[in-house]
């Protein structure tokens, strides 16, 4: 870990905290919303920022915040626990998905995947804090745990649209996912605020980047999707059940 890394995350590493510490810190006042919350991260030290693609220090135990831009979740997937890869083993790498503003975000030490953490879009900041710290902010308590509850679903809905046979369904799939929860609704349909490359669909999707190119020309074709000057998706909603056969 670099000197940055280290103060970002407060030299406390290694630090405990048992019931006894935790009644001689010293408390803040409770948090009525986010932007105090986010405020009180940028007056302690606790908020950085990021350039685009640039991956974000992370470890167990700490609860992190996006306040500005997205973060992508990148992880690779593994037999069982006790699986250890050789040195000389190559680990495909799996897009696991995009996370935007007020989405909070761990790390599990005993998970299946080994994840990795990316800022998506140019000077993205992102807080961290200890779960603790929320004790006596139980709107901001609750309003977390919604959202990781929010997350879990959306977790359950991905791994029914990853079970689908054909490529094409889940294509489809995902960027209904990401434009129904990330996307900014207009009269026409889903505009998705972030870029995604060909690469990370299909990495996303367990399929090629050629496959991916030539299905999304076939929905662009068809008009259920468009791709704005920006490179940005733009789901047509009306579009949906039109039937097509790729």
């Known amino acids: 870990m670099t000197r940055r890394e280290s103060h970002y995350f407060n030299n406390q590493s290694d630090q405990k905290f048992s019931s006894e510490s935790l009644l001689t810190t010293q408390k803040e006042a409770p948090f009525n919303n ?5 405020n009180w991260g940028r007056s302690h030290c606790r908020q950085r920022i990021f350039h685009k693609d640039q991956i974000i220090p992370t470890r167990p135990g700490l609860l992190y915040l996006v306040n500005k831009g997205a973060v992508r979740l990148m992880g690779s997937a593994c037999i069982n626990e006790e699986h250890q890869p050789r040195e000389d083993e190559t680990i495909e790498e799996i897009f696991l998905g995009i996370l935007g503003v007020n989405k909070p975000f761990e790390i599990v030490e005993h998970s299946y995947s080994i994840i990795r953490v990316e800022a998506h879009i140019e000077q993205t900041s992102v807080i961290w804090l200890y ?3 929320l004790v006596d902010s139980l709107n ?4 977390v745990l919604e959202l990781f509850r929010q997350q879990h679903q959306t ?3 991905w791994m029914s649209i990853l079970a689908q046979k054909r490529t094409i369904d889940r294509l489809m799939g995902l960027l209904m996912l990401l434009a129904t929860e990330e996307g900014e609704r207009t009269e026409k349909g889903y505009l998705l605020p972030y870029i995604l490359t060909h690469a990370q669909i299909a990495s996303a999707i ?4 050629v496959n991916v190119t030539r299905l999304m020309g076939q929905l662009r074709q068809q008009g259920i999707i468009e791709v704005d000057k920006n490179n940005r998706i733009f789901w047509k909603m009306n579009r949906v059940e039109t039937q097509f056969s790729l």
């Open 206 to 209: 367990g399929t090629t980047r």
């Open 140 to 143: 901001i308590y609750i309003k």
């Open 155 to 157: 977790q359950l809905i």
């Open 34 to 38: 986010l932007k105090e919350l986010y």
């Open 131 to 133: 779960w603790h710290e």
